[in-house]
């Protein structure tokens, strides 16, 4: 039997529980033995719950107690959850964690601490949720170069998107919509700002490229400039705007962004809608593939934690093999990547022209008394040469 | 360095070879050592190739050298592709494939075989082609209970069916094509009778129940019933006929069959077209993930077995863990599945509702002398009595 503790009982905390004991025997089969949990850390009492006895306060419990030999962490945020996951590790335990924002921070270094043990650091649940995406890419996508990877990585933008594309409403209702449904938080920057799509790409892309990708270097736009106005074109256009999380390999570096995109049927991200998240990756040998699924929500994501726990257990005395380097690598500037513009301005057709040549125009049903059109194909200094000669842009949106 | 061993140089064997050379030094650094392939075994010489002199004739020549620690298979067909495997395994050397008639018949006997050795057998591609799905089901997906997979596992019939649906064309028109364009085979009964499919969702039953699932246990329709009048009435529904490959939980028992199913927007398979693949599952905590690419072709094919040799160089001294029990497993009756069905029947009205109750009917432009219904919700049994009341069954096809 192995023992574990499980940092956190908020919604994965509880969900891990949760599947452990549903899925308990087939678990077992599947690990080998059966897996326990000892501790659950939390700050908080659960008076009533099954499992309060098993609840600490005192992480040095957990640390100091032999018998744990898996740490779960599902607290969330940078610290404490990087010191517990350190002083797991040291301490001869596994580590496991859907936790992105410690990953994307600090996953190259935890990885070399657990390799150097023979112990294991995984956290398939950190992007994509119950998706199984960190351990393809990491062991069945390892004959190719990977060319890209682009996502829909935030299941509360794409709800508010898919709802703002459905309904024709503006940002600001549906923004409380999904706070009412308990889709968005009260708080809700990280998600609308694309900040958390940022940690999940640059995670994506550090194991792609096998070297330390700071999210601070991923250029990173939201959705909160989205408008009804702009979804009436995309419609127009026969297009969805979905905030995409994106690397591309150029030369021999890769080129990070997240921005909203306009797609188009033929992308199989386009009918991605809801709370659904999806990865879609090219390689250079295996052509197109996408994974999609519930990519948040309480038993999909701590499915995945657990799948890692299973994983840790048939890999008790030897790391998996994971190739994230802590050496810094650069990103390519994401002005050099090309696409075709959206842009909406109060300027004139002539100077549209004047400033991007021929562009193909667009109108929408109930929007007047401005110009729309779409670009050629440009890199993003071209772009924001052109568009600085328009005066004044109301909106540009990349276009996939 | 580890040395490798091809068997067969066409289509798959080829595109290793090319995967591996092309690929060279990422595969490297993924595996941890070079990968060289020192023969290739095939009938035929091959004068000019820049491989040639790495052809050989003689098996034994293989089996009987030390420094190839692994034997990849790319010929196809039972034999003599088990008794290579046997001999490579009881050699001591690793066995990868992608040959789906072999690990459907052999898998469970190849994989005890293998363990017994602390070596591997993989078969990645062999269901899905490039599409990852065997190694997620067997390492990401293990927390959870398998209530469904259904899968597109088929890229000949998928592309006719996507043709058909978009032209309007007759069968007999769509396979010429298909053969024309190399998405066909001269003999394309496999394919078109569901064969190839029904393999394929025996070895993935296989790996959610893990235990032996006989494919001849399997019912297996294809698609050569299906008339352009039949795509009419689907497009009349707004749905898709696609023939698919599935597994349902029931109780403690899979049933498991191969059709062609009706499928409206709402599946995530609705959109998947052309010489794609899909793999929908169903976790009872996962909830619904999807897996899509391409499932077949030289590079897409090869990049998922040279994964597989990059994993084995990766585990050389352990097996890595698959469930799959050689014990026979029985299959719950196909006929216990309920869902609605699409009927078309020279029978009046009146007949139809004497038979099957309420339904809803359905017309199609261009085609009349008919009628045509939805039944509601029922089992097999339930259908095949009432369809026994009709007299004459023009259709018949499921709905999903």
Request: net charge negative; charged share 25%.
């Amino acid at each position: 039997m192995v023992k574990i503790a499980v940092l956190g009982y908020g919604t994965i905390g509880s969900g891990v529980v949760e599947v452990l004991k549903k899925n308990k025997d087939i678990i077992a089969r599947r690990a080998g033995e059966e897996i326990a949990v000892k501790y659950i850390l939390d700050l908080r009492d659960f008076p009533g719950d099954p499992y309060e006895n098993l609840v600490v306060h005192d992480y040095e419990v957990i640390r100091n107690d032999e018998e744990v030999a898996v740490v779960v962490e599902a607290m969330g945020g940078v610290e404490p959850a990087f010191a517990f996951a350190k002083g797991a590790i040291l301490a001869g335990k596994h580590f496991a964690t859907s936790n992105k924002a410690l990953i994307a921070k600090h996953g190259a270094e935890l990885i070399a601490l657990a390799q150097e043990r023979s112990l294991n650091c995984l956290f398939g649940a950190s992007v994509g949720g119950g998706i199984p995406i960190i351990r393809p890419l990491n062991s069945c996508l390892t004959a190719d170069v990977i060319e890209e990877i682009s996502g829909i990585l935030n299941g509360t933008t794409n709800y508010m998107m898919t709802k703002m594309s459905d309904e024709g409403s503006e940002f600001d209702d549906v923004l409380k919509d999904a706070q009412q449904k308990g889709f968005a938080e009260a708080d809700p920057t990280a998600d609308i700002e694309g900040h958390d799509a940022c940690r999940k790409i640059a995670i994506l892309t550090s194991l792609i490229c096998g070297q330390q990708v700071d999210f601070e270097d991923i250029h990173t736009e939201g959705i909160t400039g989205i408008t009804a106005a702009d979804i009436r074109y995309a419609k127009a256009m026969g297009r969805r705007i979905k905030l995409l999380a994106s690397s591309y390999k150029m030369g021999d570096r890769y080129c990070a962004l997240v921005a909203p995109c306009l797609l188009d049927e033929s992308s199989p991200l386009y009918g991605v809608n809801g709370v659904f998240n999806a990865i879609f990756v090219r390689g250079n040998m295996l052509g197109d593939a996408m994974f999609y699924g519930s990519g948040a929500g309480k038993l999909p994501t701590a499915s995945a934690v657990v799948a890692d726990v299973v994983d840790i257990v048939r890999h008790k005395h030897v790391s998996i093999t994971m190739e994230w380097n802590p050496e810094k690598v650069e990103l390519e500037d994401y002005r050099r990547l090309t696409n075709r513009y959206f842009v909406r301005t109060s300027a004139e057709p002539a100077e549209v022209e004047a400033a991007f040549g021929e562009v193909s125009y667009v109108t929408a049903e109930g929007v007047s008394g401005e110009t729309a059109f779409l670009t050629d194909e440009m890199d993003g200094y071209a772009y924001e040469t052109a568009a600085g000669k328009l005066g004044s842009v109301l909106q540009s949106i990349r276009v996939k």
